[in-house]
């Protein structure tokens, strides 16, 4: 780790795992140093500006004001930079995140349906097809709704509160919602969306370390919003198809 990266470590970003993690990792360096630097300077000149204004030394009003053109230049300065961050960097990578998406062979998809107050998981069984949905089938053994009679759902795998994926494998998550607006957040991957009732929002990430990683809401979403929490899990691949055996026995 560089030493310009200690300053994300020291405000409590966790280790990033993910393959497009360094990149914002990066931007946010830069914002974090910048940001300091106009804190240290503002503050300084806050400061100057106390003592040497101060009623003892200048007892007078000074109607004219500040006539040097240092401050406007400073200000633009400001300007050009938080511009060449956003058009440059920000922009630029937000966009690859949302256009670029990896082919659909390649990635794993799992629909990511949120409640209050827990985040459920569909993945579709070995024939690869999800099951249909439908809210008249809901219930406490049936969250998702799966439509008993259709056999693509048969083998379908639901579980609530942890996802298991394998490392270093694309995963396409399709995020929606049963009630509010909730935002699935996974901070060691760098990466987040809402979900929202009636809509469908793909997010991706590549895992490059396996582990257990938090999984939260970071959309206020009623009473039990603190506790919306869940796991995810990066299993090697060998572990990752024992998972889907074993659930697939459960199912």
């Known amino acids: ?33 910048f940001m300091g630097a106009l804190f240290v300077g503002w503050s300084a000149f806050f400061i100057l500006t106390l003592i040497r204004f101060r009623k003892r030394r200048q ?14 230049h400073l200000e633009f300065s400001v300007v050009l930079i938080e511009a060449v961050l956003l058009l440059g960097f920000a922009i630029p990578l937000w966009a690859k995140r949302v ?17 209050q107050f827990s985040f459920n998981y ?17 219930s406490n053994s049936n969250p998702l709704g799966l439509d008993p009679n259709d056999p693509a759902g048969k083998d379908d795998i639901v579980t609530a509160g942890e996802l298991h994926v394998p490392v270093n ?22 990466i987040g969306g809402d979900a929202i009732p009636g809509s469908l929002i793909p997010v991706w990430f590549t895992p490059i370390k396996t582990g257990t990683y938090e999984v939260i809401c970071a959309q206020l979403c009623g009473l039990g919003h603190y506790g919306m929490k869940g796991t995810l899990v990066v299993d090697t691949p060998a572990d990752y198809e024992a998972w889907l055996k074993e659930r697939a026995e459960l199912s």
Request: charged fraction near 15%; aromatic fraction near 8%; include cysteine.
């Open 99 to 115: 256009n670029q998406f990896p082919p659909g062979k390649e990635a794993l998809l799992v629909h990511v349906v949120a409640q």
């Open 59 to 72: 007892p007078g009003a000074d109607h004219k004001g500040v006539t040097s053109g240092i401050s406007t």
């Open 169 to 190: 494998r694309p995963v396409v998550a399709e995020l929606s919602s049963k009630d509010v607006i909730h935002d699935f957040f996974l901070p060691s991957m760098r």
């Open 122 to 138: 569909h993945l579709p069984g070995q024939d690869g097809q999800f099951g249909r949905r439908d809210i008249s089938f809901e």
């Open 1 to 33: 780790m560089s030493s310009l990266a200690l300053i994300n470590e020291f405000l409590g970003q966790p280790p990033n795992a993910s393959s497009h993690g360094y990149q914002i990792d990066h931007i946010l360096e830069f914002c974090h140093w």
